[in-house]
């Protein structure tokens, strides 16, 4: 018999490592023929198997119907309910134990650890010590150091250390590994490595650990010198070498670190090639992802849901969106990550009503959105100035639970200051539990576009009493809002203190925002100095800005410079034809304006046409100017006649300088009239019933006599009008705009 029993043991240990629950089953049909259930030893065994099959209910019953069942009896039993997550039946097991060794006290304690339970699994370490008195081994201390790591408890982690030590095991390699991972993980670089040369013997895992830990805390050429001294390299040295370089922005060396790893016919699989995709979207590097997508298809990887997610990211990133929209749509299986890649890159990408479609298709797939997911939807909103899509998203993170993750919250702040809710921005903001820079940004953001000078600055400050530290985004905004306030000498300190005092390196917006500063307060020969003075020329939009001001100062010297720099910089934009046509039209230089208009015709330069739009009954109407494609045209066209009545009776006068053409006054009243924005806003007053505001977005700069025109109609009409250009956000209210005429 006992021959037999060896032959069934056998075979059970070759079903349990194929997981083929069909054939286990059938082998334990013939033991139960064979033994009638009192051979212990094949019991044990079943169980064992089943486990390993992950058929935990059949282990149940095989254990119930031993009649004596041993030590290893109890351990097995006791393996599956660890393993499974079944902490109540694990508990009663253990105590039912007549004895208990040191893997019945492993297997609680691992059972513990893999649900999280790190004061149940101290406890019974502790019981274990006090009274089993069982010497804990490696395995213990492994687990328990896995556990503190993932709770973050560096504390608790020294403890477990000073245990090892004790114990005698801390030159082990077994408990080494756990012990450099935990240490670098919580930014102990220097415990890590010494935990890490004072090992006996060093297999790969614990470099590859001491690799990660390196790369975690931005040590890159210590990983560097480990790994190329390493005898013997898995895949797992080499993926862990191409993600830490791609994650420390070292993109080129990542891909390098690839192409060297094919050479050397190391195995590749879906974390590497996830690892070099990202490193190819960091680096646009669109060629090179196309070759790596070639290489997948060839390795059979392009089914693979994580290779998917990774290629659908990188496209995105490279601004390919119809491949990356190819490789989603081929995707056989998709999860939150595919989803979510081909939401962001949509978002990304600036096709944010694509993104809100999309996002709705993975509900109806029955994908529920992480935090992630639902933050970028609602950023998308955001860039729509959607809120009311915006709005349902945002009780859609309150139902789920969602609105308690900050990125979501973030988003929802940013949400509303976007679409001109800065006073539920800012509520929204008081009831975080828990801010951080994104937080404040996002606040301080909201304000500047508002034209809210004071408000920006003093939330600028109470972020700096909090101890909050404000990045480069958080520095445009106040910056931005003190150009658009007129404080000059405010926003001289500030730039200065972002430098001196935060260590941040001015960008190209950093120093469009003190152009502009110096511009609108007609400071523009300090303009001009300080372009001097820069390390880098301004791009396209501070010469812009430049420009503009120019045409409102009627500075032609200045103008005329920064109009040539602006041409030499980007030939194509149509700024600086038009900002200076503007000044040559104020000057009566016809002339000129036709000069300008030949050379854009010549060039095959286009001027983007102005256009506005307003959501209603979830359509977006759009009209552009003397458009009358819309069906109620007639009706829009009437009310704006008896508006355009009205607001001369209250003392409203046409800016006739906005007319860039060299006709009648009363053709430029006609043209005046009839603006996208005047057309919008009409509709609006139409169709959005009286209480609600009316919200309109433009793709161009509100020009003066529009801005001058909507507060009259918010006078006459009696309704809040809220319009967002390209430049900023405009609140009308009783004929009083939030920016004070200043934009």
């Known amino acids: ?6 032959h069934y043991s056998k075979l059970l ?57 041993n030590l290893f009896s109890f351990n097995a039993i006791l393996s599956v309910y660890s393993k499974s997550g079944r902490l109540s039946d694990m508990v009663e097991i253990f105590k039912c134990m007549p004895l208990k060794d040191g893997v019945s006290w492993n297997l609680l304690i691992s059972g513990y650890a893999c649900r999280g339970s790190l004061g149940d699994a101290v406890g019974a370490y502790r019981l274990m010590l006090r009274e089993a008195r069982v010497a804990p081994n490696r395995i213990t201390f492994s687990t328990l150091l896995i556990l503190a790591s993932s709770s973050s408890l560096i504390c608790l982690g020294r403890q477990f250390h000073c245990q090892i030590v004790k114990y005698g095991f801390g030159s082990y390699v077994f408990v080494g590994s756990p012990l450099v991972d935990m240490y670098s993980k919580a930014g102990f670089v220097r415990e890590a490595k010494q935990v890490f040369d004072e090992l006996e013997e060093k297999n790969v895992v614990v470099y590859n650990t001491m690799i ?13 010198r480990l790994f190329r001294g390493m005898v013997e390299r898995d895949s797992i040295s080499w993926t862990t070498m191409v993600t830490g370089l791609a994650q420390n922005g070292l993109e080129e060396e990542a891909i390098g670190v690839f192409r060297e790893m094919r050479l050397e016919g190391v195995g590749i699989d879906q ?27 060839r390795t059979c990887y392009d089914d693979n849901i994580f290779v998917g997610s990774a290629l659908v ?3 995105s990133k490279c601004r390919f969106l119809r491949s990356a929209e190819i490789v989603f749509s081929q995707m056989p299986h998709k999860n939150i990550v595919s989803w979510t890649a081909m939401i962001v890159g949509y978002g990304q990408n600036g096709y ?29 909103c955001a860039n729509l100035a959607s809120l009311e899509e915006g709005a349902q998203f945002h009780c859609q993170a309150i139902v789920s639970g969602l609105i308690s993750f900050i990125t979501v919250s973030n988003a929802i702040v940013t949400l509303y200051g976007k679409c001109g809710s800065i006073e539920e921005s800012h509520q929204l903001f008081n009831e975080m539990l828990i801010r951080d820079q994104v937080s404040w940004t996002a606040l301080v953001s909201g304000y500047a576009q508002f034209g809210k000078a004071k408000e920006t600055i003093e939330l600028f400050e109470r972020m700096l009493d909090h101890g909050v530290k404000p990045d480069g985004v958080t520095f445009i905004g106040v910056l931005s809002a003190c150009s658009r306030a007129g404080l000059l000498e405010k926003g001289r300190s500030y730039f200065k203190s972002m430098v001196d005092d935060h260590g941040i390196v001015p960008m190209a917006d950093h120093y469009t925002c003190m152009i502009d500063l110096f511009s609108r307060s007609g400071k523009l020969k300090d303009a001009e100095n300080f372009i001097k003075e820069m390390p880098c020329r301004p791009d396209a939009i501070g010469w812009a800005t430049l420009l503009s001001s120019c045409r409102v100062h009627k500075n032609m010297e200045i103008g005329k410079w920064a109009a040539e720099s602006l041409l030499q910089l980007d030939p194509q934009n149509p700024a600086s034809y038009v900002l200076l046509s503007s000044m040559h039209a104020l000057r009566g230089e016809w002339n000129e304006v036709a ?4 050379g854009m015709r010549d060039k095959r330069v286009k001027k983007e046409p102005g256009c506005s739009w307003i959501k209603y009954n979830n359509k977006v109407h759009i009209f552009s100017a003397d458009d009358q494609s819309h069906p109620d045209s007639d009706k829009i066209y009437a009310e704006l006649e008896k508006l355009n009545s009205k607001m001369i009776e209250e003392g409203y006068k046409p800016d006739m300088a906005s007319v860039l053409h060299d006709v009648t006054e009363a053709d430029k009243l006609d043209m005046l009239s009839h603006h996208s924005e005047k057309l919008a806003i009409t509709f609006g007053l139409l169709v959005i019933p009286q209480g609600l505001p009316i919200r309109v977005v433009k793709n161009l700069r509100v020009c003066s006599d529009c801005h001058n025109a909507t507060k009259f109609i918010s006078k006459i009409a009696g309704r809040e009008i809220l319009v967002r250009d390209a430049v900023r956000f405009h609140k009308f209210s009783n004929g009083i705009c939030s920016c004070g005429d200043f934009w």
């Open 595 to 598: 000069k300008l208009r030949r």
């Open 271 to 297: 974390y590497t090639f996830g690892s070099v995709l990202t490193a190819c979207g960091g680096l646009l590097a669109l060629e090179q992802g196309k070759q790596i997508h070639a290489f997948i298809i």
């Open 1 to 6: 018999m006992a021959s037999l029993s060896n």
């Open 13 to 69: 240990k070759l079903c349990s490592e194929s997981k083929n629950q069909n054939h286990l089953k059938k082998l334990h049909c013939l033991i139960i023929k064979a033994f009638q259930f009192k051979d212990t030893f094949l019991s044990n065994n079943l169980i064992t198997s089943y486990c390993k099959a992950g058929h935990f209910l059949y282990a149940r019953k095989v254990f119930d119907r031993i009649p004596q069942p």
């Open 352 to 380: 944010s009503e694509e993104a809100v479609r999309i996002f709705c298709e993975m509900q109806r797939n029955g994908v529920d959105p992480d935090d992630f997911t639902l933050g970028s939807v609602i950023s998308s």
């Open 212 to 224: 990660t830990g390196f790369l975690r805390c931005g040590l890159v050429e210590d990983s560097k």
């Open 313 to 315: 990211d990188m496209y």
